[in-house]
């Protein structure tokens, strides 16, 4: 055994103690504690680089910028007669946390941005209108606002922000009334939005929209079709730290996530034994690979094997919406198995 071996076990220790001294079993059950409260309040590890997060500090003073700069300009021009104290929306500072700090993430998408306040200001608004100001309005107003966008698929957070600022705003923004939406808050989601686009569009792996930077990525294709090795939680760190983009979801979560996955792996879904006219398959890959095909129509049973051939449509994933004709057994090698929507998600058919 090296010297330098023994050195390890020996630093964990405080001088002049041992594992058996009583200071040191209270140090790691303290540091143990420590370690507890850090999973329950969720201080995670942030694996993003420096470089990003100075490039986010960066782009979020410039997003808010240029709302300063653009109602500074329509104040100057005097051609709204709006007041100036409502011009710019507090909830935008939140708004700007979201798109540069996480350009990618679901609650940062342009439909989220534009729907979450814009839903949430026209809750907030009619709230007012029919039940007036108190405490209780301003709660009703953000829980529907919270509801509504739920169900409209456009979580912002900081559209119930704009929501609750509405109903406690005061007179100037009761003066407005709907006008409200478009000046001054169309106005500033127009700015802000534009702003992150193009100081993203610097940086290729912060395109804005997302879809961009998955468009854009160039795929990478595996070694070998077959896989030999699980993904383990060490991989995820690993790819996490290369992607240096902050991921919205825990370590926990994501390992959940691909615990889950697995589970769905493993099922005893077979190689669909027949390729059947208004039916659903998928070809199982993973990311730019995968591809959802609906059989428009077959030629009948027994068709000769050079004339058996079936047109689909592609449904989600590569080649989306186009639709092709090929023979049935080259359709055949190339579905894996059979799917069917469930609450907007595709999901595997069951023998």
Known sequence: MKYSDLLVPLACFPIGSSPDFPMS??????????NELKL?????????????????????????????WVMHMVVQSQILSV???VLIIASMGASAVLLFAVPHGALSQPWAVIGGHLISAVLGITCVKLLGH?????????????GAMYYLRCIHPPGGATALTIVIGGADIDALGYEFLWMPLALNILVIMTVTSCFNWFFGWRRYPVHLAHKLKKPVSPQSSDRQYDLTQEDFAAAMQELDSYVDITPDGLTDLLELAKKHAEKNITHPAQIIAGRIYSNGKLGRLWSIRQ????????????????????LAGDGGYETHMCLRKEFHNWARFEVEKHNQQWVKVED
């Open 25 to 34: 079993r209270y140090l790691m059950k303290l540091q143990a504690t420590i």
């Open 40 to 68: 329950l309040f969720g201080f995670s590890v942030n694996t993003t680089s420096h470089s990003e997060k100075v490039i986010s500090a960066i782009g979020g003073a410039l997003g808010i910028a240029g709302i300063m």
């Open 83 to 85: 007041n100036s104290s």
């Open 134 to 146: 108190g405490p209780w309005v301003a709660a009703f107003a953000v829980g529907i606002a919270i």
């Open 295 to 314: 059989v428009v129509d077959a030629a009948p049973v027994n068709t000769h094997s050079s004339k058996d051939k079936v047109i689909y449509k592609v």
